[in-house]
């Protein structure tokens, strides 16, 4: 079984952010162009999987435990 990688949450926020924004290009290409469509075939698999990493960065965000702040530890 693999195992998981922590990383800090402004990393997953970073990778959520950068595959939304893919995703969004390839939707703006098809809205932007008279595509064929085996064109748009060849499209939506690349849309996606981008927009399945974005909920994979985001499920990440959520299942990580909160530290709890200092200033709460009196």
Known sequence: MAKKHKFPSYIHTDMA???????????????????SASQLRDCL?????????????????NNRSTPTPMFLNN
Request: hydrophobic share 45%; proline share 3%; charged share 15%.
């Open 45 to 61: 698999p690349t849309i996606l999987v981008e927009l399945s990493s974005v909920t994979y960065y985001l499920n990440s965000l």
């Open 17 to 35: 952010l950068l595959a939304l924004q893919r995703a969004m290009e390839g939707i703006q290409l098809i809205k932007g162009n008279d595509i």
